[in-house]
Nanobody, 125 residues
Framework: QVQLVESGGDLVEPGRSLRLSCAVS????????IGWFRQAPGKEREGVSC????????YYADSVRGRFTISRDNAKNTVFLQMNSLKPEDTAVYYC??????????????????WGRGTQVTVSS
């Protein structure tokens, strides 16, 4: 059973940066594509970014492209989401999820089998 634990969420001012971490245990990270999703109050969960297992494919939602960067360290079983130039509309609970997939990654939450419990990101002055 794969477990995922997010960390790094915080309250920050607009324009600042945060780095989220997703620690994976219970299986080797090499076998999974990892996605980051977020859900704001009253809104549906949306895909933010994802990274494939073996072919270095990455995806970014239009709303974060150029500001967020996803990366993975398979040796540490951890995936990161570097978030720069944060905006109030980035405020949400951020979740990471794992999909047993080697090539490519999916932007839709329905594709993912395992989920963390989320970490709160609040961007406010």
């Amino acid at each position: 059973q794969v477990q995922l634990v997010e960390s790094g969420g915080d309250l920050v001012e607009p324009g600042r940066s945060l780095r989220l971490s997703c620690a994976v245990s219970g299986d080797t990270l090499d076998d999974y594509a990892i996605g980051w999703f977020r859900q704001a109050p009253g809104k549906e969960r949306e895909g933010v970014s994802c990274i494939s297992s073996v072919d270095a494919f990455t995806y970014y939602a239009d709303s974060v492209r150029g500001r967020f960067t996803i990366s993975r360290d398979n040796a540490k079983n951890t995936v990161f989401l570097q978030m720069n130039s944060l905006k109030p509309e980035d405020t949400a609970v951020y979740y990471c999820a794992a999909d047993h997939l080697y090539y490519g990654c999916a932007e839709h939450p329905q594709a993912y089998d395992y989920w963390g419990r989320g970490t709160q990101v609040t961007v406010s002055s």
